[in-house]
């Protein structure tokens, strides 16, 4: 069974860093573009950040652009999601997607498969 686990989440005040981090077990990760979405309290869910499958390609979000850089390691079957100057508005929880192809947009046939997700709090 298929398993996609995000770790990495937390507490941070405004200006400060994370990364989070997804594992994705028992696919062929390296044949599948990855993303990460998220979801504030009472908003809908929202694509943040995607990455092609080689990793040459990636796209963002125009709310997270200069700030996040999203990246993967294919031979851990990992993806990453490096946020850097963190904002109030960026709280919300952070999930993982395995994707059926690339594109940003929180499409239900665009996911293959989704992680649990992490939560991720900034304070102003």
């Known amino acids: 069974q298929v398993q996609v686990v995000e770790s990495g989440g937390g507490l941070v005040q405004a200006g400060e860093s994370l990364r989070l981090s997804c594992t994705a077990s028992?696919?062929?990760?390296?044949?599948?573009?990855m993303g990460w979405f998220r979801q504030a309290p009472g908003q809908e869910r929202e694509g943040v950040s995607c990455?092609?499958?080689?990793?040459?390609?990636?796209d963002y979000a125009d709310s997270v652009k200069g700030r996040f850089t999203i990246s993967r390691d294919n031979a851990k079957n990992t993806l990453y999601l490096q946020m850097n100057s963190l904002k109030h508005e960026d709280t919300a929880m952070y999930y993982c997607?395995?994707?059926?192809?690339?594109?940003?947009?929180?499409?239900?046939?665009?996911?293959?498969?989704w992680g649990q997700g992490t939560q991720v709090t900034v304070s102003s």
């Open positions: 990455i092609s499958s080689s990793g040459r390609s990636t």
């Open positions: 028992k696919l062929i990760f390296r044949s599948y573009a």
């Open positions: 997607a395995v994707l059926y192809y690339f594109g940003l947009d929180y499409a239900p046939d665009r996911i293959k498969y």
